[in-house]
């Protein structure tokens, strides 16, 4: 099968980026989410990348406005599943939430229809069985600011069909990413098993009293030369799925609670990071990025 039609489950920050990505590489692509509401902010979030495509990928406005020609959007998940070639899940990183909404998808999606996880924590074979296509079911997850940090790491279930898996590489290859390819099973696949650990380390430094989020940034940047510290990383991932993804971990990690609590604390004021336009910092001008952050 050649996937021509596509359709994204979920329009937050990532979703909305994977959506536009494939629409701005020529595909036809539905946005699905829940409601009209998060429609509409979709539409608002991905209309708002244009300065970052420009600036990132010198990309021009004819090109950027045909990548928007080639969406439609729709709060109906029967109609956006009906002519899918393609399905990306990109809902938030609760099982619960996947799970119902596999069960959902496997009666209305035609039985072409490939089902890809975007999760960036969860193992495919947790929800194989609720896709009812267990063969045609993987996990292929995007890094934030897909259209610049362009990698797509795959990874099947056991049950995975290798041509289903092989399909999925070229795609990875047709919308612009290197496709990482995984050889078994590994919750959070190859980027997040680093980075997972790192963020920890530094949330710990925080709510134990070591130093404050801008002096643990601060510390990294300089040490290391990275563009941003741990703090600016949680605040482009979006505090929502930090908070999703320790919440995930804390039946085996029971230390991680008062991390949790913090996240709490911030999603309550509404911080959501660079989503809300704030987070651990002010944007679209955070403080990482003016001339005198790293001078302390």
Known sequence: MVIKKVTVAGSGVLGSQIAFQ??????????????????????????NLRPAYHRDI????????????????????????????????????????KHDFYQKISTLAPSKTIFASNSSTLVPSMFAADTGRPKQFLNMHFSN???????????????????????IVQYARDIGMVPIQLKKEQPGYILNSLLVPFLDAAEKLWING???????????IIATGAPFGPFGILDAVGIRTAYNITAAELPNKPELQPILDKLKELLDQGKL??????????????????????KG
């Open 210 to 220: 070591v130093a404050d989020p801008h002096t643990i940034d601060r510390t990294w």
């Open 273 to 294: 990071g660079q989503e809300s336009g704030e987070g651990f910092y002010q944007y679209p001008n955070p403080e990482f990025k003016q001339p005198d952050f790293l």
């Open 145 to 167: 600011q897909v259209w610049l940090n362009n990698t797509a790491e795959i990874m099947g279930s056991p049950e995975t069909d290798p041509a289903v898996y092989n399909e």
């Open 22 to 47: 494939s629409a701005f590489k020529g595909f036809d692509v539905t946005v699905y989410d829940i409601n009209q509401e998060a429609i509409d902010k979709a539409k608002a979030r991905i209309k």
């Open 58 to 97: 010198a990309a021009s406005d004819e090109a950027f406005d045909a990548g928007l020609n080639h969406l439609t959007y729709t709060d109906d998940l029967a109609q956006a599943t009906k002519d899918a070639d393609l399905i990306i899940e990109a809902v938030p990183e609760r099982p619960d939430i």
